[in-house]
């Protein structure tokens, strides 16, 4: 089962596919960042250029996770990705009318991808704001990270209905880090239960 977490910038995308990944052990594929992409990317992005560029970038990355996820998928795993096809569309409000048409072309890249399911997550500004203060990145500024979320966000919620098994989850409120906010985003997600790994009181170890 592939399960595919989207949303707009400083949201909680990486936390949450990483946690996920971790609880079901089957693995997880993030999109990365600095240090993993192309250092031309984020000068780009914060410019505002290279549309069909950065939107083709990330297609290939999105496309060679789903190629290597292929190979050790089966009936009895979720494997995490951050990232889909509808990543992809959402962020073409973020360029010029002109770029879109080439835009959409980038779009077939994600064709194939097909998630059993999507979780859009959603949120307040004020959660955004208050997440890209708290992981303070020297390349990130909380106003521009705010107007692109804002702008990104309104294309997820739109676009949301038209993809198929897709569910749309406002995080205001649910905590990654927590097991509670992980049970409460499975459950709203209908994801199969995940193995627990036991805990016990041992004082020997053997037969």
Known sequence: M??????????????????????????????????????????????????????????RLYDANYRDAAEHDASDKVIFF???RITLEAHIAEYPPETHAELRRVLAIGDAWRPDCTIVL??????????????NRD????????????LIDAEFRR???????????????VEFHERAGLERIIEIADLPRFHDIPYEQIDHWGP
């Open 82 to 84: 951050e990232g889909a």
């Open 122 to 135: 959603t949120s307040s500004t004020d959660t955004i704001a208050k997440h890209i203060r708290v992981r």
């Open 139 to 150: 390349h990130e500024s909380v106003e521009n990270m705010v107007r692109r979320f804002r």
């Open 2 to 59: 592939r399960v595919a977490i989207v949303g707009g910038p400083g949201i909680g995308k990486s936390t949450l596919v990483r946690q996920l990944g971790d609880l079901y052990h089957n693995g997880s594929y993030g999109e990365g960042e600095k240090g993993v992409w192309d250092p031309r990317v984020l000068a780009d992005i914060d410019a505002g250029r290279n549309a069909v560029g950065v939107t083709a970038y990330f297609a």
């Open 159 to 173: 676009l949301a209905p038209l993809y198929e098994n897709t569910v749309v989850l406002n995080r205001d409120g």
